[in-house]
């Protein structure tokens, strides 16, 4: 998506994004034509679609207006349910939804968060509402199962997560992932060729820009590994000459915030459709001519033993159908 102007925050006052939007658009609008151009769909607050207008801002926080709306958000029949046990629930995220609720945003009118559904809130009801179709009850009676989160995937990726059914399920699924005994594994496609190789880095909050990013001073930040694995070549002709893409296999050894955007970014190789992560720090932005529809990131493989029985779980799904027909387009 093209961006029309980049904001940047430079004080700490914790203005709302409207108010930022009318001190730092050119045409300094209104109150109300600002509120329009946040309800419009076209305003990203570090990178994650904004339709809030009370939403505070920090320093360094970043709002990115964009020519077009994001696309309409997805809905509780984009969620796909691969499993639900007394202790775990497995499903499968769209792209486009926040797999949790800011707390912030939990007083929201039904109608509002409609208009960006989150993953925390979906679930709940798909399994209610099919919990009430096999005992024949009205919806409007629906007994909504709690759940506890376990880890979450970007917005703008897709696929599978796990979250549990209680406190204790909770805590032991997380302490596998901390001990590096659960398997995730993405997808993803960046421009040019990458070969197999394991990528380790100190990562702190803020590289300089009020973004996340690697630091070189081992003493600070958080231990991040990434292995990735070269999948498949692409090679197109176009407008902007011959282009080479690189599908890719990532395997998490430790699961840091945007740990697999910025490695591949801080290489020089930024996914394709991530409008956040564009190269590495300093660097002008590499420009993406990929002409993808979202951000190419699918969590593909979870493993991981069950917290009750310590059965091994293992779930596997491919690229959503459209991210198939495109990496079908390229290999034409």
Known sequence: MTIQQTITIANDDRDSVVKALRQHLPDKPSWSTAKRILYSR???????????????????????VHEQPFPAPPTDQDVKIHHVDAEVIIVEKPSGMVTLRRSSD???????????????????????????????TEKNNLHLPRMFPVHRIDRDSSGLLVFARNKESQT??????????????????????????????????????????????????????????????????????????????CSLE?????????????????????????????????????GIHRMALHATQLSFKHPATEKPMNFKTPWPKKMQRFLESLAQ
């Open 42 to 64: 076209r305003i990203a607050v570090g990178g994650v679609l904004c339709i809030d207008e009370a939403r505070k801002l920090a320093r360094g926080e970043v709002i990115t």
């Open 106 to 136: 939990l007083n929201w009118s039904w109608d509002k968060k409609n208009r960006q559904p989150t993953l925390d809130e979906c679930v709940p009801r798909l399994i209610g509402e099919h919990a009430a179709a096999k005992r024949k």
């Open 254 to 290: 430790t699961g840091r915030t945007n740990q697999i955007r910025i490695h591949l970014a801080e290489l020089g190789h930024p996914i394709c459709g991530d409008i956040k992560y564009r190269g590495p720090f300093g660097s002008d932005p590499i420009v993406d001519n990929s």
């Open 172 to 249: 032991k699924i997380i302490h596998q992932f901390a001990q590096h005994a659960a398997v995730r594994k993405y997808l993803t496609l960046v421009p040019g060729t990458i070969e197999d190789q394991t990528i380790t880095s100190q990562f702190i909050r803020d590289r300089g820009d009020g973004l996340r990013g690697s630091t070189t001073d081992t003493s600070i930040g958080e231990h991040a590994t990434t292995h990735f694995k070269l999948l498949q070549k692409f090679e197109r002709s176009d407008a902007n000459g011959k282009q080479t893409f690189s599908e890719l296999e």
